[in-house]
Every structure is written in structure tokens, then in C-alpha cells.
């Protein structure tokens, strides 16, 4: 297995800033001095709690505990290993990656499925566009299509790598056998069906996708990790799919449809104040957007809206504007998108077209353009605006008991919210839209929570999800305090390896266990220098662990006096078990004893001395 060597990283991690890194899945602000701040890529908030420093190269979420640094990052966002890391930023900034020397570099073989099946689709999406920009019948065919009749332009093509694959699949499997692909990663990539027991070979690859125009799909990063394929004219009869206008890839180890959001990998860096998210329901939707200046349009991957897509949309801004069909399923998609979006803390407006009963945004922008978006931002509805008027299109004419059971259907969609000021906003909104006396609305609306509250009682203990585990690093230890002054005072950590005896120690902990290999090197004077502890950090946890404590501030002013109260905790801490054991052989005359008394009396003696000892480490520090 190929082995990077340590000064390449060291380099690596000099040459590459960690901001340039994190900003391609989170939108940093600044925070002060150096440091960047945005919402964690770890798990859902809507505060921001996650810090960067670009200048020590670490992160530290103080939400969730999550730290590391540019590697690290790397790995969790991106689900690798160390070495596929590394590769992967080597190969986004330019960065050469050398191998120590026997070790070999990396191989197909080497590669793990997940980034061997990434490069399969990077090669699949470049043969599908060059097909697309071939003069022949299928090329000619697919450029008909996407020029003169959807009327997109030869520009946006190129810029999205649009691509065609004939009635027979354009080649793919005698392309992508040329590229020497593992037979594990043609049978899982979903572009192709292969029978289980079958040997790959160029007539078991039959591929999914003929006579379609290809609509690549990237995630959050940009790299191509499925298709959308549209019927044509050259769709085959014998397609499994004939029917279907729309195919998306399947799940493969690179794609969940529910955890992608088309062109966010785009409209994620046009996104601020002002301009907020669109979400469109189609990919095309989305292109024609694009097209016409609109760049913050994303859509869904031909699927319901998923909790995952939102949380990913929220890492990068919290505002929202929907602007599906106003037909009966583009409507009934926004109301299921409506409580979801509450819930993961996004602002939402629905956009819809005065006067005009359908609207469909593919054709509206393709025949008004930009200025199409200025008209519909006109005759935005608030969330509860549009969810009244679905619930009860007429109030003035309704009866009180339609008005009530309107009201509770809004209800289901206020209780999303978490903020009690946007729930009691939201009850003033809906009352006024559906003239509701006020203060019954607040009331009706009480009751509905203690009657949502009695049933969340009633289920059994099993459905109630567990509270996460406290994160390890975050206990409070000595060994964590000398750790922190290790890394922060670095002077400090020569003496403290001459007057902290090894034993005293806890090594079951990573405190422990790291403030005993540091001071191991401070003894022996082979301290790298906290810049450069990749090859003493053994463990995720460890790794973990030092970014936490380099990123943590110090909060004390006397780093010397911190340590000798560390030391003393620790001698405590090592010693006075010791010393109770002998005071309670001493007062049971009738116990077995290991020593005779008198050595006893002389050990009790010595740990007293020992215990009140003055600790101090002026001299050498």
C-alpha cells in the first residue's frame, strides 16, 4: 500500500489554506482577528457555532465538539481515508503528492470504490458530451433538441457538459473498459445493468441509458456523481424505461437522491443578503434560471424533498423562495416542502404570478427573461399567506366551522417551527388571513400543542431517540489542562517532562495518552513544534483532541501557576489512595498486612512529605 510521505503533508498543509477548503461546504463570515464563523457541516443548527483559523489550520465546532484540521475535513465531509485526503487536495490545488520511496503510488487497484467510481463518472460525463457535440445522427438529434426546441443555448451545454447517448449507449462500456475500471466499479456505478454472476466483459455491460439527452448531476462539490436522462426521439423501444420521460441514476456509493439538491454546488457561492435560495422542481427549471442570469435556482432530484437536502441547503443560507408549477402537484409539492423547511429553520416565501392562474418558470423565463423574477418577487406570499389560502381559499365566505378545521391544518404546519416568537408571529398571521378572532386563534392553538404533546407522551419509550454520547475530548481533566499548556506555552513543556512522573498519569484517555507521548518529546528534545504533530497523533480521537485544545483560547493569565495546580491534582490524584490504604492497615491490628508496621509508619511518613511539598517549576521554565 503506497505510503505519503510526512514532508509532503507538512507541505501540503502549509501551501493549502484551510478557509479556501471549508468554503466549498460552508459559508464563512468573519469573526474576529482571523478566525471565520458559519453553520457546522456536522450536524443541524441555526446559529452559527462553527470557528475557523485560517492562520493555526484548524476548526472547532463549539455546537457539536467537532475539530481537526485541513485533512480531517477532508475526510469527514468527503467520507475518506488519510491518504485519500490527501490525494484529493493534491489533486484540487496542484499540489504533487510523493510516496516514500519502495511504497509505490497509488494504483487502480489502490483506489477505494467510492473515488474510483467518482472518476468513472468524470469519464462518463465527458464521453456523453462529446457525443453530444458529435457531428452525427445522434449528436445532430440531441442539439435539435436542446437548441431549437427547448431553445437553450450551445454556451449553457458547454458550461453544464450536457451530454447524448445513442440507441445502442454510445460506447460507454468499450470507453470505460479502456480506462481499466475495477469490475467492482462498473457493476456499482448504475450506468450500466450487470447480472450479479456475470463476468464483466464488453456484452455484460449493457448500458442504462440510450436515445437520452444526459443532464449531469453534481453534488455540493461539483464532481459528477449521477445522470438525469430525458426521453428523445431515439429512445429505443426495448428501454426498460420507454415510458418515462425522466430516468435518474440509481443510489450507488456516491449518490443518495435525497441528499442532493441540483446546481447547489453552483448557487451556493451566488447565494447573500438579497438573494435568497429559488427552489425550482426541475433540473431544467433550474438550467433556464441559470440561463437567463437567475443564478441561485436549485432543484430537487426528481424526488420528494428530503429533510437531508434542506439541512444541506441551510449550511450555506437560510432564505428560501419557492417557485413551483401552480398546477395541483406543484402545489401539493410546496405545502409537503412548507413544514419541513419550518423545521430546519429556513425562511420561506412562495413566489406566484398575479392574475395568472398557471405558471410554469421554465416557460415564463424563457419568454420574459430576468425581469420575469422581479414580477413574480412582486406577488410573494409569506409561508402562512400561502398556507391559509390552501387551506381555505375563500374566508370571507366560509363558515365557522370550515374556518376552524382550516386553522388546524395550519396549526400542523406552525408546530414545525421551533422559535416560540415565530410560532406566536406565524398564529397572528394565520388569524388575520383567515379573520379569526385573535386571541382564540392563540388559544385554539395552545390546545393543539398539549394535544400533540399528550400523544408524543403515549408512544413507547423505544421511539424517542436516544440523546447523543457526550463528546470525549470535552471532559475536564488535568492531564487535558497540561495538555493545553503544552500546546500553547511550549516552554512550559521541557520542565513539566522533568517533574511529572510517568505513572501519574491516566493512559486510558486521550489527555492521558498524548500528554505522555508530548512530554516524552519535550524530555528527549524532539519537539516538532505544534505545527507538526501529524506523525505523534496515533488516533481520530487524538487528532480531534489537539485541534480542539489549539483552537481553544486559554483563559487564564499565569500558565506557570496552572501547571503546578495540575501537577498537584495529579499528585493528589496518584498518591493518597496509597496513603488511605496504609492508614486503614494501621488502625486493624487483626489484617494481614504485606509490610511490618514500622515500614509502614515510614512509607505514611514519606507520602506526607511528599503530599505537602511545594511544586514548582519557576526555575527551569
Known amino acids: 500500500m503506497p505510503v505519503i510521505k510526512p514532508t509532503c503533508v507538512r507541505d501540503l498543509k502549509l501551501r493549502v489554506n484551510l478557509a479556501d477548503v471549508v468554503a466549498r461546504m460552508v459559508t464563512l463570515r468573519k469573526a474576529g482577528g482571523a478566525r471565520l464563523k458559519g453553520l457546522c457541516p456536522f450536524h443541524n443548527e441555526k446559529t452559527p457555532s462553527f470557528n475557523v483559523d485560517p492562520d493555526k489550520g484548524y476548526y472547532h465546532c463549539f455546537g457539536c465538539g467537532k475539530s481537526g484540521d485541513i485533512i480531517s475535513f477532508v475526510r469527514e465531509t468527503e467520507q475518506l481515508n488519510f491518504s485519500e485526503a490527501v490525494e484529493a487536495l493534491g489533486k484540487r490545488f496542484g499540489i504533487p503528492i510523493e510516496y516514500e520511496e519502495g511504497s509505490g503510488g497509488p494504483s487502480t487497484a489502490d483506489r477505494t470504490l467510492r473515488q474510483e467510481v467518482f472518476d468513472l463518472h468524470d469519464a462518463a460525463a465527458e464521453h456523453y458530451f462529446q457525443a453530444f457535440k458529435a457531428k452525427d445522427t445522434t449528436g445532430d438529434a440531441m442539439r435539435h433538441l436542446w437548441i431549437e426546441q427547448r431553445r437553450f443555448t450551445a454556451e449553457l451545454a458547454d458550461e453544464f457538459k450536457i451530454g447524448a447517448a445513442d440507441a445502442t449507449g454510445s460506447g460507454l462500456g468499450a470507453a470505460m473498459m479502456r480506462r481499466k475500471f475495477s469490475e467492482e466499479a462498473l457493476r456499482r456505478c448504475g450506468l450500466f445493468f450487470v447480472y450479479d454472476d456475470a463476468a464483466i466483459t464488453l456484452q455484460s455491460l449493457r448500458p442504462r441509458f440510450r436515445g437520452r439527452l444526459m443532464i449531469p448531476i453534481r453534488d455540493h462539490q461539483g464532481r459528477v456523481c449521477a445522470f438525469t436522462a430525458r426521453q428523445t426521439d431515439l429512445t429505443p423501444a426495448d428501454d426498460p424505461a420507454k415510458d418515462a420521460k425522466y430516468v435518474n441514476s440509481p443510489e450507488t456509493p456516491i449518490f443518495t437522491k435525497g441528499n442532493l439538491l441540483f446546481n447547489l454546488d453552483r448557487a451556493r457561492t451566488a447565494v447573500g443578503e438579497g438573494k435568497p435560495f429559488v427552489m425550482v422542481e426541475g433540473q431544467l427549471d433550474a438550467l433556464r434560471c441559470w440561463s437567463v442570469g437567475l443564478k441561485t435556482a436549485i432543484a430537487p432530484q426528481g424526488t420528494s424533498i428530503t429533510e437531508g437536502q434542506l439541512v444541506l441547503m441551510r449550511r450555506y443560507h437560510t432564505q428560501v423562495e419557492c417557485f413551483f408549477d401552480s398546477d395541483g402537484a406543484g402545489q401539493k409539492a410546496a405545502l409537503r416542502f412548507l413544514p419541513m423547511a419550518l423545521k430546519a429553520g429556513l425562511e ?45 381559499p375563500d374566508p370571507p365566505t366560509a363558515s365557522a366551522e370550515l374556518k376552524s378545521r382550516a386553522a388546524q391544518t395550519v396549526f400542523e404546519i406552525i408546530a414545525n417551527a421551533e422559535s416560540a416568537v415565530t410560532r406566536s408571529e406565524f398564529v397572528n398571521e394565520t388569524a388575520a388571513h383567515l379573520r379569526l378572532p385573535l386571541a382564540a386563534a392563540h388559544k385554539d392553538f395552545q390546545t393543539f400543542l398539549q394535544r400533540q404533546n399528550r400523544l408524543a407522551a403515549a408512544r413507547p419509550p423505544g421511539a424517542v431517540p436516544a440523546a447523543p ?13 497540561l495538555l493545553l499548556l503544552c500546546l500553547h506555552f511550549e516552554a512550559i513543556g521541557k520542565p513539566l517532562s522533568h517533574s511529572l512522573p510517568h505513572d501519574w498519569i491516566d493512559l486510558s484517555h486521550p489527555a492521558g495518552a498524548l500528554l505522555n507521548r508530548f512530554l516524552g518529546e519535550f524530555e528527549h528534545d524532539l519537539w516538532p513544534g505544534k505545527d507538526h504533530l501529524e506523525n505523534l497523533l496515533e488516533t481520530d480521537a487524538e487528532r480531534s483532541m489537539v485541534a480542539s485544545l489549539l483552537f481553544e483560547t486559554p483563559g487564564f493569565e499565569d500558565p506557570l501557576k496552572v501547571a503546578q495546580e495540575g501537577l498537584r491534582q495529579l499528585r493528589t490524584r496518584a498518591l493518597e489512595p496509597r496513603l488511605r490504604q496504609i492508614e486503614l492497615a494501621l488502625a486493624n491490628p487483626h489484617a494481614e498486612i504485606e509490610s511490618d508496621p514500622i515500614s509502614l509508619l515510614k512509607e505514611r511518613s514519606e507520602l506526607h512529605r511528599l503530599l505537602r511539598q511545594p511544586i514548582s517549576l519557576a526555575a527551569s521554565a
Not at 406566484?352 to 423574477?373: C, H, I, M, N, Q
Not at 454520547?469 to 489542562?481: F, G, L, N
Open 348 to 392: 420561506i416565501r412562495f413566489l406566484t404570478l398575479a392574475g395568472d392562474s398557471k405558471v410554469d418558470p421554465d416557460l415564463l423565463f424563457l419568454e420574459r427573461g430576468l425581469a420575469a423574477y422581479d414580477e413574480v418577487r412582486r406577488g410573494a406570499q409569506s409561508a402562512m399567506v400561502f398556507a391559509c389560502r390552501a387551506a381555505l
Open 469 to 481: 454520547p457526550p463528546t470525549p475530548h470535552t471532559a475536564h481533566t488535568s492531564e487535558r489542562d
